[in-house]
């Protein structure tokens, strides 16, 4: 039964990197968390490419390509509406999550 | 050479919060004869948003720490201890959904809503994004330059 969030399927790389996106986002506030709150994570990171900064920013495209590439491949198809509903949902929760944090901390 | 790279970040910053509010409204209103500008649109996106990136993260780890001690000294510490340090990863957010912007975008939209609500939603969030992170910068800077209005120094102000 069709319902008003039905507004179809959304496959191949537009998915994959779709949900992989989302994970990222949500990994990118997990490990900001992490690392400022485990102060070894920190300087691990920064021991690898000179800046925890820097690392951590490979370490967030790493994942979105790598997972991307994954479940590409794995042809994932997902609802266009729960995949923008994902979208918005890691940007509301990574980005706020950020903030709450370093009010916080 | 520090102040130029200081000054670009934001500015493609702003060109990329642009170009996502060009998507936007060419997806809100596509059609078989605009994909070829939602492409391109996109495509600008991702490579302003991609360049804020790699100028700002250049400048960050090689020139902030000077910035930082003097802000740290000021009356506004937390303009690096919450804003900065939620500035500098909040960034990841615009641009992980600018690599994914000209993916999604490749889809016929006009033909395709559930691409075309994607793109929208992808790049809307580009742009709050966008706009509360080049806020930020702007409380950042304030943060060192209130060090010296407060000094007393005569012209500061």
Request: glycine residues 10%; hydrophobic residues 55%.
């Amino acid at each position: 039964m069709s319902t008003t969030t039905d507004i179809g399927v959304i496959d191949g790389a537009a998915a994959g990197y779709g949900i992989a996106a989302a994970v990222t986002i949500v990994f990118n506030t997990l490990l900001a968390w992490i690392k400022d709150a485990y102060d070894p994570l920190n300087s691990f990171m920064a021991s690898l490419s000179g800046h925890h900064w820097t690392t951590h920013s490979v370490a967030d495209v790493a994942v979105f390509l790598i997972l991307g590439a994954i479940l590409t491949t794995r042809r994932v198809t997902i609802q266009g509406a729960r995949l923008a509903m994902l979208l918005a949902g890691a940007a509301i929760i990574g980005g706020g999550g950020l903030a709450l944090w370093f009010v916080l901390v | 050479m520090s102040d130029i790279i200081l000054f670009a970040h934001p500015t493609f910053g702003v060109l990329g919060i642009l170009a996502s509010v060009w998507v936007f409204v060419e997806a809100l209103n596509a059609n078989n004869t605009n994909q070829r500008r939602i492409r391109l649109a996109a495509g600008i996106v991702t490579v302003c948003i991609v360049l804020a990136w790699m100028l700002g993260g250049f400048w960050y780890v090689n020139y902030y720490y000077a910035e930082k001690a003097v802000i740290l000294k000021g009356p506004w510490p937390w303009a690096h201890d919450f804003v900065m340090e939620t500035k500098e990863h909040l960034f990841f957010i615009p641009l992980i959904l600018a690599l994914y912007l000209p993916i999604v975008a490749a889809k016929r939209l006009a033909t395709n809503p559930a691409a075309r609500v994607t793109v929208m939603v992808v790049a809307g969030f580009i742009i709050l994004n966008g706009l509360a992170i080049e806020g930020a910068g702007a409380i950042i800077n304030h943060g060192a330059k209130i060090v010296f209005i407060h000094s007393g120094q005569k012209g500061a102000e």
